[in-house]
């Protein structure tokens, strides 16, 4: 199959699963929504962009990424063969965690000042929980 039907046909899928997943609308929503469930370096929204509109495919990492998100299978996604949905997966809580002790403060440092003072305040009632057990 050519790249550049290869590229259409992901964008399909992509805009499908987003679909299904209720997730957000826009480029800058989804690159922002992604780059909060993924490891590497952030996507931007023009990436997301091209994505949708069949001009680039993303690396086999974000595809991953992307699928655990909305809850599909990657091949299916990449690839369109097999079933749409993801098979079942058994996680350790510790999965979700990101390596890099860095992470959550370049996070944090990227937000806006009202989502920094939100973060503060749920994560000092998450503290007062706690402490009560």
């Known amino acids: 199959m050519a790249l550049q039907a290869e590229r259409q046909h992901f964008s399909k899928r992509l805009r499908e699963a987003l679909r299904r997943a209720s997730a957000a609308d826009g480029t800058a929503a989804i690159a922002r929504e992604f780059n909060l469930r993924y490891q590497g370096q952030p996507v931007t929204a023009q990436a997301v962009g091209k994505w949708l509109a069949g001009r680039a495919l993303p690396s086999q990492d974000k595809i991953?990424?992307?699928?655990?998100?909305?809850?599909?299978?990657?091949?299916?996604?990449?690839?369109?063969?097999?079933?749409?949905?993801?098979?079942?997966?058994?996680?350790?809580?510790?999965?979700?965690?990101?390596?890099?002790?860095?992470?959550?403060?370049?996070?944090?440092?990227?937000l806006s000042?009202?989502?920094?003072?939100m973060v503060v305040e749920v994560l000092l009632a998450l503290l007062k929980l706690e402490g009560k057990g």
Do not use: C, I, N
């Open 113 to 117: 000042e009202a989502h920094k003072k």
């Open 64 to 110: 991953r990424a992307l699928s655990l998100w909305l809850d599909v299978s990657p091949h299916w996604l990449r690839f369109g063969d097999g079933e749409s949905k993801a098979a079942p997966v058994v996680r350790q809580a510790t999965a979700t965690y990101r390596v890099d002790p860095q992470w959550p403060a370049k996070k944090y440092e990227a």
